[in-house]
């Protein structure tokens, strides 16, 4: 061996023999499960597992779009703290050019925020149709 791969070894020896220690662990415990753990064959078995509650009806149900708006709306949302956090942490090298920045793209966001409740996006029950109960009209 030369003296460079002499050098990379006592250098990184440590690190292959904890490599080499996780994949034996890993065996073990997976050996181990296998011969000690216990084996039950009945009808539950081959069910899926729902919390120890035997699942009824199809798995094939329809969703609301309206939770795939709210998934997406916090995506939104979410990616903004995102970027506030980046200016957050480097509001002192930014200045004042960067709290405009910061204060437009809230400004931004708070009108979107506004505009999807508006709209009726936030809402999750239905919109009641034709007149209240509560009104009547007198001819």
């Known amino acids: 061996m030369t003296d460079e791969a002499t050098a990379l070894i006592a250098q990184y020896w440590a690190t292959g023999l904890f490599i080499i220690?996780?994949?034996a662990l890993c065996a073990l415990m997976i050996g181990a499960a296998s011969l000690l753990g216990g084996r039950s064959r009945g009808p539950s078995k081959s069910l899926p597992f729902e919390s120890?509650?035997?699942g009824t009806g199809s798995a094939r149900q329809r969703f609301s779009v309206k939770f795939y708006l709210v998934?997406?709306?916090?995506?939104i949302f979410d990616i903004e703290a995102v970027f506030?956090?980046?200016w957050a942490v480097s509001v002192r090298e930014v200045g004042w050019e960067?709290?405009?920045?910061a204060a437009v793209f809230i400004f931004i966001l708070l009108a979107g925020l506004v505009y999807d409740?508006?709209?009726g996006a936030l809402e999750w029950a239905p919109r009641k149709r034709g007149r209240s109960p509560d009104i009547v009209t007198q001819r």
């Open 21 to 23: 220690a996780v994949f």
């Open 52 to 54: 120890g509650v035997v």
């Open 84 to 86: 506030l956090f980046a």
């Open 71 to 75: 998934a997406m709306l916090f995506v």
């Open 98 to 101: 960067g709290f405009a920045g």
């Open 117 to 119: 409740s508006r709209v």
